[in-house]
């Protein structure tokens, strides 16, 4: 296996009359996604800053910024370009001299010769900046999927971006007011959709783009690439050998480091064909990582921990296990602080436990097995999907007795909750039944959340974001539309953020075999009757799998990357919720209705209602405020901190 020098990286930037100083603070602030190196340009009215943790390679000639042979050009880049050795050769075609081996200069100089076309000719996950000393322009890109993350803001004073928004948050003059149809998404869908932040002030760079400013103002935008619409071109013999090919090269693209590679196992589906297919390319690949959910309480997921184990003993893989108890729910608050957001999924502290555990190993680069559901339909929600394009036909007083029916089930068991959202889905109309397969609570429900001289203030734009994509779907059947959600905004603004920040936090990198360039082209090609067929979901995916792994791990039941959330409600995190809910904290905020909050509160713990994520959410916002709102300067705070 060919080496070439591997880093984690952290960008930043400010254009205008801001304080170009801020720059070195803002290289602090996210100083762990790279403590090794630290590099700044700095001219009249641009800076650009970049930290860097490099495992092998400390020397000068992979250093950030990075300037172009005549000095005009200086570029930030946070990332790993898989193609970089193929567009290396192109370019030293063309007689350019490279003076390292990193891919960031391949970027600089695909730039000199292609312009803004480089970034289609980019095959990674990437966040960059490229600054013209001569025209002032400064581009800001984004990958294709937006698997890195950039946010920026503007203000009368001009930009300032970062991959993460605390270090935005050290420019005092960024307005801390909270978007509240951002916060109303928390509560919905427990992240927020699209551009928007819990910030106002502060956005995301739309995946697959990028942003051109000069003198601090936005000259213009403009998407690069667009994950293809589906076409359904392939049989079912074209699409199985497409995909194998696909799955095969993509993962042999990732393979390739400087450091030792290791991988998420769940035991799933997807993380065991990713793991399969690294260990027929590397036999060097070993180390894998899995959760242990030691409480009895599962919360309706089902136990991986057998299935991981077996993989891992047929592949000859090191399996290292890492414990999700019921009690320690210590690391909430990091997990909180890391991820810029209060991003409801108590998923977020195993992939913390897990990159921290691999970090402590000497393994600074994971695969993970995220998009294979996104792009292959391996949620509920899809089949839901496909009864809901049925259920047009069937008569409104039918749907009716099935919600009806509904209530015969008590929420606080896991049929019941599939069941009531299902019978909601189904009489609902159009594409708000495809958006309610999304949400933990309705638009009216979260709603009453707020204080009353809030909630005409509340427009729901992230409902509306998700709306105004299924209207323009090219897609031609329901299942189809929300793997088209899944892709362009659950995959994003969920997985991708969670696994990032949470990686990143711990000095690893997390790669995503499952989405690539060739898989989502391939997969817009595969009909749809061959992705879900009946009831069985990846099911092409599952065909190519038989060549890779036994049936028995292949077809079982789907489960997910969970965590016993209700059993933390109603244990460890009963002391939180009991005091930053309190009636004094919720009316200091002066944000939500404490007589409502309380209601959701009390009517889960009678079991009149399934709010565990709702809960969840308004406790981890005001988490997050505290760390982030509260302090002049986002701080990490301990977790008995809060009871301050």
Request: glycine share 8%; charged share 25%; with cysteine.
């Amino acid at each position: 296996m060919e080496k070439r020098w591997f880093k984690l990286c952290g960008i930043n930037g400010i254009q205008g009359s801001n304080d170009l100083s801020l720059i070195t603070k803002m290289n602090d602030a996210i100083s762990h996604r790279g403590p090794d190196g630290n590099g700044v340009f700095q001219n009249k009215n641009t800076a650009l800053g970049h930290v860097r943790l490099s495992i092998i390679d400390l020397s000068e000639a992979s250093s950030q910024p990075i300037y172009s042979d005549c000095g005009n050009l200086i570029l930030v880049f946070n990332g790993e370009i898989y193609n970089y050795k193929e567009l290396r050769k192109s370019m030293l075609a063309k007689g350019y001299n490279f003076k390292s081996e990193g891919d960031g200069e391949v970027i600089l100089a695909l730039w000199t010769h292609h312009g803004f076309d480089t970034f289609s000719l980019l095959d990674g996950i990437f966040s960059l900046a490229i600054y013209n000393q001569i025209t002032g322009d400064l581009v800001v890109a984004r990958d294709h999927f937006g698997i890195k993350p950039l946010y920026y803001s503007l203000s009368d004073s001009g930009v300032i971006f970062s991959s993460e928004i605390k270090a935005i948050l050290q420019d005092q003059s960024v307005s801390r007011e909270i978007d509240l149809d951002s916060a109303a998404s928390h509560l919905q869908f427990l992240w927020s959709p699209g551009e928007a932040t819990i910030l106002s002030a502060i956005k995301k760079v739309p995946i697959g783009s990028y942003i051109v400013f000069n003198g601090g103002s936005i000259v213009n935008v403009e998407k690069y690439y667009s994950i293809p619409s589906y076409s359904a071109s392939l049989d079912e013999a074209g699409a199985e050998k497409a995909l194998d090919t696909a799955l095969v090269n993509t993962i042999k693209s990732q393979l390739v480091s400087d450091v030792e590679v290791g991988a998420f196992l769940s035991g799933g589906l997807d993380s065991s064909l990713v793991c399969a297919i690294a260990k027929s390319e590397n036999k060097d690949f070993k180390e894998v990582f899995s959760i242990d959910i030691t409480s009895d309480d599962k919360d309706g997921f089902t136990d991986d921990l057998p299935y991981a184990k077996r993989v891992a003993e047929e592949l000859g893989l090191d399996l290292n296990l890492v414990s999700a108890s019921s009690t320690d729910v210590s690391d909430l608050p990091s997990c909180i602080y890391y991820l810029d957001e209060p991003q409801a999924d108590p998923a977020i502290i195993n992939a913390f436990k897990i990159c921290q555990l691999a970090n402590s190993k000497g393994i600074k680069v994971l695969l993970s097995g995220a998009g294979g559901d996104d792009f292959f339909t391996g949620y509920r929600r899809h089949l839901a999907a496909q009864l809901i394009d049925k259920a047009e036909k069937v008569p409104q007083f039918l749907k009716s007795l099935i919600g009806y029916s509904s209530r015969l089930f008590k929420t606080n068991s896991t049929l019941g909750r599939r069941f009531h959202k299902l019978s909601n889905a189904l009489n609902q109309k159009g594409d708000d039944a495809l958006i309610s397969l999304f949400s933990w609570m309705s638009k009216e429900d979260s709603l009453k959340l707020f204080k009353e001289e809030l909630r005409g203030k509340i427009a729901f734009s992230g409902y509306d974001t998700l709306n105004s994509k299924l209207a323009n779907s090219a897609s031609s059947n329901n299942v189809e539309k929300v793997l088209d959600l899944e892709r362009e905004f659950f995959l994003v603004d969920h997985n991708f953020n969670y696994t990032d920040k949470m990686s990143m936090a711990n000095g690893v990198e997390v790669r995503v075999p499952l989405v690539s360039l060739e898989l989502a082209k391939v997969a817009s090609q595969i009909p749809t009757n061959q992705k879900l067929k009946g009831k069985e979901g990846k099911w092409i995916l599952k065909k190519v799998a038989e060549k890779w792994l036994p049936k028995s791990v292949i077809y079982r039941s789907k489960t997910g990357f969970g965590a016993p959330l209700r059993s933390w409600l109603h244990g460890p995190l009963k002391p939180l919720i009991d005091h930053l809910l309190s009636e004094e904290s919720v009316s200091k905020r002066g944000v939500f209705d404490y007589s409502e909050v309380q209601k959701i509160i009390k009517a889960d713990a009678e079991g009149r209602g399934d709010y565990a994520y709702s809960i969840y959410a308004l406790l981890t916002m005001e988490m997050w405020f505290r760390q982030f709102i509260d302090c002049p300067t986002p701080t990490k705070l301990d977790i008995n901190e809060f009871y301050n």
